[in-house]
């Protein structure tokens, strides 16, 4: 079983930065694409950025410039550096993380963490 401990999230203002960590643990083999979604209240869910395991990355419009995402594989963690923070910014954010492990093999199988809770003040 894989557990996504995720940590960082809080209160921050308009202009400020925060950083988002989230570490995988559990019967892992590797790792694919990890990265973070985050679900304002009253909305979907929606993709923030992403890091393939060759460090290719992808992010949403609303965070480029904005949000950096990285990763460790050593330590199994992905990250989110959020600067220049705008209230419409507020949500939980989740990481999410495609892992293979001896039960899942040949798949990658998806593993969610439980959320953090960003909120943004003006």
């Known amino acids: 079983q894989v557990q996504l401990v995720e940590s960082g999230g809080g209160l921050g203002q308009a202009g400020g930065s925060l950083r988002l960590s989230c570490a995988a643990s559990g019967s892992i083999i590797s790792i694919n694409t990890m990265g973070w979604y985050r679900q304002a209240p009253g909305k979907q869910r929606d993709l923030v950025a992403t890091?393939?395991?060759?460090?290719?990355?992808n992010a949403a419009d609303s965070v480029k410039g904005r949000f950096t995402i990285s990763r460790d594989n050593a330590k199994n963690t992905v990250y989110l550096q959020m600067n220049s923070l705008k209230p419409e910014d507020t949500a939980v954010y989740y990481c999410?993380?495609?892992?293979?492990?001896?039960?899942?093999?040949?798949?990658?199988?998806?593993?969610w963490g439980q959320g953090t809770l960003v909120t943004v003040s003006s």
């Open positions: 999410n993380e495609k892992v293979r492990t001896r039960k899942s093999w040949p798949t990658y199988e998806d593993a």
């Open positions: 890091i393939t395991s060759s460090g290719a990355t």
